[in-house]
């Protein structure tokens, strides 16, 4: 008998979450830990695996699970490692996958980065159904990105492809996390949305809600809050992010010409606040043979689950992977 | 029998150039027909019909030949037809591939753009020979790309995908011929060498050879020339200009983590005079997971028959295009 259900793990800095789920993208039983509880790997593996084993139980036992996908931060597809990840507790490179499936009695494991499980879910289960050509884009504390060419996910020769949170979209700009400046992620994740409000209230003088607040405590969050007031100032804000993504997704367009652009995660709850002025400077940048051609779409995975649905999806088609490459 | 050859066709703006290639990537017959003489299409496909069958005849005839490939301007590998081509003199959408097929009794044709005829002909006889994942750049006239990803051309869901002479590199920046402002090819074609050192010449103050010159009469052969004599000035534009290919492929290897990239074309004779700044630029301006990785080459085909091969090795692998899509 085909085996019914895989299992998807998301690991954050702060939370790992994992699920069972059934072949329609449905999660039936989940749980978590706490990512950064757990200074030594193998205290977290092995909280994990009792973890995995409780949910994998209430689903009727391993013989129902076809595999196992995880989704981590700076994971590598080619040999199931994490490998550079700053914001886990774990340094150097580190062959999760193997240890993971030590963990179950042997289910196989594929682990990919978050974005990447992302771009697997909402092909899987989400937006980009029945689609080839399509980048998910995912919005949060960090900007990343899973780019999908001819229906396989880019890992290139290195297996890290689709850092485009990382393209440098102004030269001599922000400084980002990386270590550089002007990428994408500095002006358009949640901390650069921040950002951008701070700079707006030094360097302007209009009114708005988020005037009330000490500066240096303003988060994405607030900044969304003052937009559904219709705060001015902070609507020019949207216009700003949107119109720098949008700016970017015109020359990601001329890259691997995208069937879509697929949104996903915590600054799409702006809804057309976002999308609009993202279209807008799409086209406005687009080489003529890609104008008009391109959609942006929200996920449509539910946003409680995407994240574990994302990398479950990867459980679908688990292959063997080798930590000595 | 295995058929033992393939025919090439590179169609420029000025002249159209074809042969029969042999597996080992050696021209054996080749021929030419002046582009810009046929302004209508019927005329130009009835001419180029007549010298493919002499070079065919001299091969042994259509028997001997497994299939065609094209290479032209904004050439759809999808339909095989000719799209948006402003350097030809033919509007519209034209069916080119299979117009040529039944100029030659029927043998099949495949037709892309150019620059993706550049990056099969590196895969197949060149630089790309066991690459799995590479880009091709070529810095001619124009800037045109071909992206290979996992073994495959990257085609987008249009069939356009690959135009990164059309990323833009600095916003409100130069006028492109593509009418937008900024792009890659504005600044780092062999047109936007010759534009940067009528600027060079216009806002600088120091000696340089070019100032024996009509400024605007310098092509990009005469800074070449003048860089070849050590010209102070010349010599800082190539850095300028390799500065700018290295930066914009620092956010190219962040896209598809290629193991090469591959240079193509006029402007790679100054060797180490462009290759020295753009990898010092690229590695200057790379996220650290991708430092060091990525190599950058030179084509290793032949240059005189470089287009030919490229655009015959798709004759290797061709399939009925469908000028319906």
């Known amino acids: 008998m085909e085996k019914p259900y895989v299992v998807g793990i998301d690991i954050g800095g702060t ?3 994992f699920g069972v789920v059934d072949a329609r993208g449905t ?3 989940s749980s978590s830990i706490k990512t950064g509880k757990y200074a030594d790997i193998e205290d977290y593996v ?69 974005a990447n499980a992302a771009a697997i879910g909402e092909m899987t289960y989400g937006a980009a159904r029945g689609m080839k050509d399509f980048i998910v884009i995912t919005l949060g504390t960090g900007v990343g990105s899973g780019i999908v ?15 485009l949170g990382h393209v440098i979209v102004r030269r001599n700009g922000r400084q980002c996390g990386c270590g550089r400046q002007g990428c994408l992620e500095a002006y358009t994740s949640a901390t650069g949305v921040a950002r951008t409000a701070r700079e707006y209230l030094e360097i302007r003088k209009d009114e708005s809600l988020l005037r009330e607040l000490d500066p240096s405590d303003i988060t994405s969050k607030d900044v969304y809050d ?9 609507l020019e804000i949207f216009e700003t992010t949107g119109a720098m993504l949008g700016e970017a997704f015109a020359n990601f367009v001329a890259f691997s010409s995208p069937e879509a652009i697929i949104l996903f995660g915590g600054l799409t709850k702006a809804g057309d606040l976002i999308m609009e002025p993202i279209k807008h400077a799409m086209e406005a940048n687009m080489l003529k043979v890609f104008e008009g051609k391109t959609k942006i779409l929200f996920s449509q995975l539910k946003e409680s689950d995407a994240a574990v649905l994302g990398a479950s999806a990867l459980g679908w088609e688990v292959k063997t992977q ?4």
């Open 226 to 234: 003052a937009a559904m007031k219709n705060d001015k100032l902070v």
């Open 149 to 163: 060419v001819n229906g396989n996910l880019v890992y290139g020769h290195d297996g890290f492809a689709g850092e």
């Open 46 to 114: 092995a909280a994990l695996g009792q973890g995995l084993m409780q949910v994998i139980e209430q689903a009727g036992g391993p013989e129902k699970i076809k595999g196992i996908g995880v989704g981590a931060p700076n994971g590598n597809y080619f040999n199931g490692c994490i490998e550079f990840a700053p914001n886990l507790p774990w340094k150097g490179k580190i062959p999760l996958a193997q240890l993971i499936s030590e963990q179950v009695g042997g289910i196989p494991v594929a682990l990919t980065n978050d």
């Open 15 to 17: 939370n790992t979450v």
């Open 27 to 29: 999660v039936l039983y």
């Open 322 to 325: 080798d930590p000595s490459l």
